[in-house]
């Protein structure tokens, strides 16, 4: 092959569509005759419903049908486990999975109780005024301790208690480790609750054929394939007739997977029922009540080093808030569990926790997934070990670091994906240095006390981390050369931005050697492709990207092999240029990709028994477990000690997600993820009052951050080539944001050293920094130690 395309920083196909506004969105489907949905949602968090009186509603002038639970009939019932537990010895799960329309009792505000299908969205918007619901509040469960009172009000009567699950994994001898160290550093850290926040909220539009026997169904998912499967199960009938698209989509993060929403579950329906296309899009109120969020633990946790602050275990016992449901499973208490271990030889570890559900929206993955959790842990517990040890925040994680000989590492629990928790590969220490390098680690007194002398008070971090990405089970390709000699490539996976269009093009086309424009790539359509997952945990461009290659190279064989007995030489003679094949030697030998995939198709003449026409091939990779991608974040914030604000002065990443596709990509990625981190850590949390009402649900009362606050990150790549695919991939998705949290707690107790503090929660809004401040004493650097004051040291 003549052209490298895999490792360039290429324009992406997409996005010539995008900005000239001619992508497909699902609120863009206009159909004939199209009906609009409005959805009652529960006021209280926790209620008996004793009846819902839609009699009014029916009667308003253009509502076509209200429907109630009792109006579903046998098409009433809980939603599927999408992720059952995975095989832990001991392992507890209660499973309580969502309901299309509430029956009997609401369990979180925002609930869905009934649905109104209307000539318009305003008809049907107005006739929610129409509806009476007769409600008994009751206690709400929203502390996570208090939920597991044996006096705690029960969310799922037939559960009879409120742990959604409890899980414990371990490994070596912590109680050992604990009684030989020479500190034991032990505290309670705080995760709390964030919402995705994607652009685009979700939406859903059905059409029924009734002449063909076909549903399709447009659908802002991250897995298509999944969603088809269940949809057409739970409509009885066959997945062909069923297609499900899932055109552009404006940010998945997770909430997005394939959660079965009642809203997903019921446009289509009301679609066949009626007889006319539906179409649902959610407003930014309802996705704070309505799509998953995540976040929401408590970990009592400790760690034992040697006096040369070398781990020597750690143990910790944490509280999960599931929310009111748990569809997804265990798999973000399980990534927190898992990822805490970060890049670190940890002879002993002892984790455990339990899920609880509370009368809150349900909680699944978002971006990160629980990861952030357990590094914000790991991370704050190897800082306070640092402090008692007086060794530099940097030297310890230097001298705990996994060493290349180390891998494949196997920490002998279990991961997400029921496979035992393996590193395949990684280089630690180098990444370190090269991030020290680039945040200035060498001159930081000397910056520090320069920005003292000028009244500023600045603060440096540095942290590490390690994702488990690409996980299985599988993901398929089918590559086509089409008769003008561009190619196709189908996918089942969905995308929401990702860059898809180009990556998965960059790696067909140096396979075949033609242009990256030439490649035309179809995602997230059942009808295009019909088999696979679909797009989370940071595996699309490991997996479907391993696919798309196996693929291509299929192709390229058939391409050689026609090529060969076409041009009469031998298959090692052919060579792959410009969308041609060749002699080597003698270019003027040559044909088309185009004329080969036409005398591939002949339409008279025999053919060799055994062969298959055209020049397309399809290809599948599933990966035993997944790679492991890794990476080093360090940060300079300033803050300031009156209004309690903080602001980035400068953030570098160095990552490494393996073999890069398209460095412009990942390091979009990185910006991003970044951005949605820096979110997370200082701006945005989720407040539930004591009755479970969310109290800032709208991005006036929701802060994000903005361009202002996010500065642009400095990025180097290092390659670690991962074992387990052919390309060497890992995945990148969520490695901006997982860090993020320790990362500032760190930084910020650096900014503020004359304070004796400790930032053991995250978020950390201004506010609660200020609180943090004005209790807090101050060091006795300046005399002695005094409870300080805002004025103490203004």
């Known amino acids: 092959m003549s052209h490298r395309y895999v490792g360039q920083s290429i324009v992406r196909n997409e996005d010539a569509r995008l900005l000239t506004g001619h992508a497909l969105f699902v609120d863009d489907v206009r159909l004939e005759g199209m009906l609009h949905v409005a959805f009652l949602r529960s006021d209280y968090a926790h209620a008996v419903l004793n009846s819902v009186d839609v009699s009014a509603a029916r009667e308003r002038p253009g509502v076509v049908a209200v429907y109630t639970a009792g109006d579903l009939g046998d098409y009433w019932k809980p939603g599927p486990l999408l992720v059952p537990p995975p095989p832990i010895e001991g392992i507890v799960f209660n499973q309580a999975t969502q309901v299309p329309l509430a029956k009997d ?3 979180h505000a925002g609930e869905p109780i009934a649905m109104i299908v209307a000539e318009s969205r305003y008809i049907a918007e ?23 009172d044996p006096d705690a009000p029960i969310i799922h009567p037939q559960l009879g208690t409120n742990l959604a699950a409890h899980v414990r994994q371990r490994h ?18 705080h995760y709390d609750r964030g919402a995705s926040a994607a652009i685009e909220n979700r939406a859903v539009a059905a059409r029924w054929d009734e002449q063909a026997q076909e549903m399709t169904i447009w659908d802002t998912t991250q897995a298509p394939i999944p969603i088809r499967n269940g949809l057409a199960a739970m409509l009885g009938l066959m997945q062909s007739q069923v297609r499900v698209v899932a055109p552009f989509v404006g940010g998945g993060f997770g909430p997005k997977i394939m959660m079965f929403y009642p809203e997903e579950v019921l446009v289509p329906w009301a679609a066949m029922r009626l007889g006319r296309p539906v179409k649902w899009t959610e407003d930014r109120q309802e996705n704070f009540y309505a799509t998953t969020q995540e976040r929401g633990q408590v970990h009592d946790a400790e760690m034992a080093v040697d006096a040369e602050g070398r781990i ?79 060794i530099d925040a940097a030297e310890i994680r230097r001298r705990n670091y996994l060493v290349q000989d180390d891998f494949p590492h196997d920490h002998k629990i279990l991961f997400q994906d029921f496979q035992p928790l393996v590193y395949d590969s990684g280089n630690y220490r180098p990444a370190l240095e090269t991030a020290l390098e680039m945040i200035g680690w060498d001159g930081w007194a000397e910056e520090k006390a320069r920005a003292a002398a000028e009244g500023r008070r600045l603060g440096i971090g540095i942290v590490s981390y390690v994702e488990g990405t690409g996980i299985g089970p599988y993901e398929g390709a089918r590559v086509t050369i089409e008769p003008n000699g561009r190619v196709r490539v189908a996918t089942g996976l969905g ?30 359509d059942t009808r295009e492709f019909n088999w696979g997952t679909g797009t989370f945990a940071s595996r699309g461009a490991v997996v479907a990207g391993s696919a798309c290659h196996a693929a291509a190279t299929k192709v390229r064989e058939k391409v050689i092999e026609v090529s060969a007995r076409l041009l009469n030489v031998p298959e090692s003679e052919i060579e792959l240029v410009d969308g041609t094949a060749r002699v080597r030697g003698q270019p003027e030998r040559s044909m088309t990709l185009g004329e080969l995939a036409l005398r591939a198709n002949p339409l008279r003449g025999g053919v060799t028994p055994g062969t298959e026409p055209g020049l397309e091939c399809t290809a599948y990779f599933g990966p035993d477990r997944g790679s492991t991608a ?29 073999k890069l596709i398209n460095p412009m990509l990942v390091e979009g990625q990185i910006q991003g993820g970044v951005a949605h981190g820096i979110g997370n850590c ?16 709208s991005f006036a009362d929701y802060l994000l951050p903005t361009s202002l606050d996010v500065p642009r990150v400095g990025m180097a790549h290092r390659e670690t080539p991962a074992p387990m695919n052919t390309l060497g991939l890992k995945g990148v998705g969520e490695a901006g944001c997982i860090p993020s949290g320790a990362l500032f707690a760190q930084a910020v107790e650096d900014a503020l050293s004359d304070w004796e503090i400790e930032i053991t929660e995250i978020p950390l809004s201004p506010n609660q920094l200020f609180e943090i401040l004005r209790s807090a004493p101050v060091r006795a650097a300046r005399g002695e130690t005094i409870p300080a004051t805002m004025e103490a040291d203004a």
């Open 105 to 107: 009792r609401v369990r």
């Open 126 to 148: 107005d006739a929610l005024a129409d509806i009476f619901v007769d409600a008994e509040p009751l206690e709400v469960v929203g502390d996570l301790e208090r939920a597991l």
């Open 172 to 189: 070596g001898d912590y109680d050992e480790a604990r009684r030989s160290a020479a500190v034991v550093v032990a505290r309670r850290f």
């Open 682 to 697: 200082f701006f945005e949390k989720l407040h539930y009052d004591e009755n479970g009402q969310l109290m800032n649900a």
């Open 312 to 390: 020597l275990g750690v143990r910790d016992r944490f509280l999960h808030d599931c929310g009111a449901f748990d569809p997804y499973g265990l798999t973000v208490p399980i990534n927190s569990q898992c990822t805490l271990l970060g890049p670190y030889d940890v002879p002993s570890y002892d984790a455990e926790f339990s899920a609880v559900f509370t009368n809150r929206t349900t909680v699944t993955p978002v971006r990160g997934a629980g990861r952030q959790h357990g590094v914000f842990v790991m991370e704050r517990l190897l800082d306070l070990a640092a402090r008692e040890t007086g």
């Open 630 to 658: 890794s990476g080093v974040h360090a940060a300079v914030v300033e803050v300031d000690a009156e209004t309690a604000m903080a602001r980035f002065v400068r953030y570098v990443v160095v990552h490494d997600c393996g």
């Open 495 to 524: 995308t929401q931005g990702q860059g898809h269009y180009t990556a998965f093009a960059q790696i067909v086309a140096e396979a075949l050697d033609v242009g990256v424009a030439d490649v035309l790539v179809v995602t997230g």
